[in-house]
Structure formats: C-alpha cells, structure tokens
C-alpha cells in the first residue's frame, strides 16, 4: 500500500496505530491511572481488613454471651429439678405420716 491509500483507509490507520503502541507501551496517563486504581485497592483491602477485625470482636462477644447463657440456663433448670425434687419428698413425705 502507498502512504495515500493509508491515509484514506481506517483500518489500515487503526492497525497502524496499535503497531505503534505496541511498540511505545503505555502512555503516562496509563501509569497515573494504575498507580490511582492500585492505591484505591489498598485502602479497599485496609478498609475491609479493619472491618472484619471488628466483625471478629463481635463474634467473640456473641460467643461469650452464648456460653453465659448456656451456663444461666444450666444453673436455672438445677433450681427447677432440685426444687421439684424437694417438693416431691415434701409430699411423699405428708403422704406417708398420714398414711401410716
């Protein structure tokens, strides 16, 4: 092809285009815009690294408070069975001088 038939041909002009910047790289801006784009992701990663530490205390709080709550309930239904059971002697107890 003559540099005429170039010059009015789009695809040539656009191949030509991409040869070049094959050949010269990235232009600054590139760079400027990666260097923006990766600085964005590291306060992402911060941002989000802070957040799960906070999450991580809060389960560890919730877990604290399920072991508390386990151990209340433990406690109270040992009041309940030991009230029953001394209330059962109670009565076998009244059922038997009355009885005998």
């Known amino acids: 092809m003559s540099a005429s038939e170039i010059d009015d041909d789009p695809v040539a002009l656009r191949a030509e285009i991409d040869r070049l910047r094959e050949l010269v790289g990235p232009s600054e801006q590139s760079y400027a815009d990666l260097r923006r784009e990766l600085l964005a992701a590291r306060d992402a990663v911060r941002g989000a690294e802070a957040s799960l530490g906070s999450l991580r205390g809060?389960?560890?709080?919730?877990?604290?408070?399920?072991?508390?709550?386990?151990?209340?309930?433990?406690?109270?239904q040992q009041i309940v069975y030991n009230s029953l059971r001394s209330g059962r002697r109670r009565v076998s107890r009244a059922l038997r001088t009355r009885l005998l």
């Open 58 to 76: 809060r389960v560890v709080e919730l877990e604290a408070g399920l072991v508390r709550a386990q151990q209340d309930q433990e406690h109270f």
